[in-house]
């Protein structure tokens, strides 16, 4: 059996991270290295094909994959909009900028607070620049397993997991959205107020 389902995909991280970067090669296949500025927010689809052999099931992510400007002022006002019906969270940061680990945590949060909890996928993003690293991928382990997220350390540039870090995160939101495996958590349920 084949199942479609519809999602909202919001990638979040500090400016320059490589947030449209990773888009733009996942949806086009392509790197550009003229600087892209994003202004307001641009959604990307893609369809995303998964296979659950232990399920014995297919699913077609339609994903709508939503980028935007990073620049502060203009995200708190577009944050509600940006956020609201987000089934899923690729955070970005950026090895050569120890500041975007830090930053880390409360971009999720900043999306929970909207969302409540929702799958997340961490991209430790600029693998490609060996000798501008500041920091190693181990330092994310902590900050991941606080979170509850898995990472994985991409290349925008060199293309190294861009898509495997996608097709994980939409792993996770299938199996939330059709409940099973790792990502079927749901909240408890509220007990009927007589
Ligand atoms: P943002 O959307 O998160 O703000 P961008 O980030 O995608 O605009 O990327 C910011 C800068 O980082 C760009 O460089 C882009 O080319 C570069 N970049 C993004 N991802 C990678 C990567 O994986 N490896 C390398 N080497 N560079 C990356 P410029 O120089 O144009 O500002
Ligand atoms: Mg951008």
């Not at 479609?4 to 449209?20: E, F, H, M, N, S």
């Not at 995160?169 to 007990?191: D, H």
Request: glycine content about 8%; hydrophobic content about 40%.
């Amino acid at each position: 059996m084949v199942k479609r389902v519809k999602t909202k995909i919001c990638l979040v991280g500090d400016q320059a991270v490589g947030k449209t970067s990773l888009i733009r090669r996942y949806v086009l296949e392509e790197f550009d290295d003229h600087y892209m500025m994003t202004l307001g927010t641009k959604v990307s689809k893609k369809i995303i094909a998964l296979d659950f052999p232990d399920e014995d099931l297919g699913v077609q992510l339609e994903a709508g994959i939503w980028d935007i400007m990073g620049q502060p002022g203009l995200l708190d006002l577009l944050k509600e909009a940006y956020f609201t019906g987000a089934h899923g969270i690729l955070a970005v940061v950026d090895m050569t900028s120890p500041q975007t680990l830090l930053t880390l945590k409360s971009w999720i949060r900043s999306v929970e607070r909207i969302t409540g909890p929702v799958p997340t996928f961490v991209a430790v993003n600029k693998v490609d620049l060996k000798e501008r690293h500041l920091f190693a991928i181990e330092e994310v382990e902590a900050v991941a397993r606080e979170l509850g997220c898995d990472y994985l350390p991409t290349s925008a540039r060199t293309g190294e997991n861009v898509e495997e870090a996608f097709r994980r995160l939409a792993s996770l939101i299938s199996e939330r959205s059709l409940g099973f495996g790792r990502g079927a958590w749901e909240p408890p349920p509220r007990t009927a107020v007589p």
